[in-house]
């Protein structure tokens, strides 16, 4: 099980991190690219090709401003594409609209502005119909969510 997360400027570092770590408490294995679909198209075409040859499953994509770079990984691979939307620019909703609108028939899923964490758990949901001991684990880890969300509130809260 492996993910990639390509993301357009190192200053994005730490929008991108939820993915990481999420990835990380499933013992996922990724790699993170700091990749532009402008500046290095070449360097990105051959990163996506290597990506595909060593077997990884799903891509995460950050871009913030124009927002391509998901877009462009999706034209080039039919790997499963999650793009997140950065705020950069008009509060993210610049790119969210960028991502979301993409022409037929090349699909990006997109989670919500700066939610790099979400797009990790989605690609462990993608990965799960896949691998039985990934989906058990997500089953726990919800299971898990729900009781520590009833014991924190279940004697109501002070406001």
């Known amino acids: 099980m492996k993910v990639a997360i390509i993301f357009g400027s190192k200053s994005d570092i730490s929008k991108m991190k939820g993915a990481a770590d999420i990835l990380k408490e499933f013992n996922i294995e990724y790699k993170a690219f700091v990749l532009s679909a402008h500046r290095v198209p070449e360097k990105l075409s051959e990163v996506i090709d290597n990506v595909e040859n060593e077997g990884y499953e799903c891509i995460i994509a950050g871009a913030g401003l124009a927002a391509h770079l998901p877009g462009v990984i999706a034209s080039q691979t039919i790997l499963p594409v999650i793009g997140v939307p950065i705020n950069a620019a008009l509060d993210g909703y610049d790119s969210l609209l960028s ?4 022409p037929k028939p090349i699909p990006v899923a997109v989670v919500g502005i700066n939610n790099s964490f979400n797009a990790g758990m989605l690609a462990i949901q993608i990965l799960s119909l896949k691998y039985p001991e990934l989906k058990e684990c ?22």
């Open 99 to 102: 991502m979301v609108q993409m």
């Open 138 to 159: 997500l089953i726990k880890y919800r299971s898990d969510m729900k009781e520590k969300f009833i014991n924190e509130n279940s004697e109501g809260v002070e406001i």
